[in-house]
């Protein structure tokens, strides 16, 4: 079974940066697209940003120009770098993997950002 452990997150006053991790714990074969959602508090999950197995990248229009998603294959980890980060940015974080063989989430990390 893959898990995948995220590392990242924290408190943050409004215009400092942060980089979320997601490493998966084995190879995955044929994945798609990697991506990374946000949960504000009594708020669905919501898609922020992905990355498809071409390179190809989309952002949420609230965060383009602040954050960029990337990831290492050799380390099977994926990461989300925010920058000037605002309140609303608040949430918890998940990555997601979606591969031929099925879908993985991350356990989620808060982000927490102080005006």
């Known amino acids: 079974q893959v898990q995948l452990v995220q590392s990242g997150g924290g408190l943050v006053r409004a215009g400092g940066s942060l980089r979320l991790s997601c490493a998966a714990s084995?190879?995955?074969?044929?994945?798609?697209?990697m991506a990374w959602y946000r949960q504000a508090t009594g708020k669905q999950r919501d898609l922020v940003a992905g990355?498809?197995?071409?390179?190809?990248?989309t952002y949420v229009d609230a965060v383009k120009g602040r954050f960029t998603i990337s990831r290492d294959n050799a380390k099977n980890t994926m990461y989300l770098q925010m920058n000037s980060l605002k309140p609303e940015d608040t949430g918890v974080y998940y990555c997601?993997?979606?591969?031929?063989?099925?879908?993985?989430w991350g356990q989620g990390t808060q982000v927490t950002v102080s005006s």
């Open positions: 997601k993997i979606d591969a031929s063989n099925g879908a993985y």
């Open positions: 084995r190879y995955i074969f044929g994945i798609n697209i």
């Open positions: 990355i498809v197995t071409g390179g190809a990248t």
